[in-house]
C-alpha cells in the first residue's frame, strides 16, 4: 500500500545558535547535567515525565493540556497557554524565568520557531531533540505536496490514465 506522510522541514542550526543534539527526550534529561539548571521544556505534556530522571533542575513548561503522568519533576512549573507566540514574548519568558536552558524538539515549521529565534536572541544553549526516523513511504513538506503525489499515483494506476 503506498504511503505518503506529511513532514515539516527540520530546523536547521543558524549562526548563533548553540544546539547541542540529542536522541530522545530521556537522553536531553540526561545531558543537562548534574548542576542545577532553570531549564525551559517544550517537549508536550506525553513526554514530560523523562525529566524526572533530572531532579535537581527547576523546569519551567508550556502545555495546553495538563501532562496525565503521575512521576513528573519536583520543581516544575506548569504554564497552561496556548500559541502561537512571537520573539518578543519568548525572550520575555526566558528571562523572567531565569531560563538557562531550552529543550526542544526538532518539530519544524513557524508556529513554535520563535522560542529558538528568543534562546539565540540571549545566546542560550538548546537541547534539540531529533525526529524519529521514518521508516517506509514518501515524504513531503505540505498537504499540496501530498495532493500532488496522490493526484500522480492515481494516473499511473489508472489504466485509461484518469
Excluded: C
Excluded at 530522545?24 to 539548571?37: H, I, V
Excluded at 531549564?39 to 493540556?65: C, N, W
Excluded at 518578543?88 to 526538532?106: F, G, Y
Amino acid at each position: 500500500m503506498p504511503l505518503v506522510s506529511i513532514v515539516r522541514p527540520a530546523w536547521q542550526a543558524e549562526p548563533g545558535d548553540r544546539w547541542q543534539p540529542a536522541a530522545s527526550t530521556a537522553a536531553a534529561a540526561a545531558a543537562l547535567g548534574e548542576a542545577r539548571r532553570s531549564v525551559f521544556v517544550t517537549v508536550g505534556r506525553q513526554e514530560l515525565h523523562a525529566f524526572a530522571a533530572a531532579p535537581q533542575h527547576r523546569y519551567v513548561a508550556r502545555l495546553i493540556e495538563p501532562p496525565a503522568q503521575t512521576e513528573l519533576p519536583p520543581d516544575l512549573v506548569l504554564l497552561r497557554q496556548r500559541g502561537p507566540f512571537d520573539r518578543l514574548t519568548e525572550q520575555d519568558l526566558l528571562q523572567r524565568e531565569r531560563i538557562e536552558v531550552l529543550v526542544s524538539k526538532n518539530s519544524g515549521g513557524s508556529a513554535t520557531y520563535p522560542k529558538i529565534e528568543a534562546a539565540r536572541a540571549l545566546g542560550l544553549p538548546v537541547i534539540m531533540i531529533a525526529r524519529p526516523g521514518k521508516p517506509a513511504g514518501t515524504m513531503v513538506p505540505s498537504a499540496e505536496k501530498a495532493l500532488h503525489w496522490l493526484a500522480h499515483r492515481a494516473t499511473l494506476s489508472s489504466p485509461r490514465g484518469v
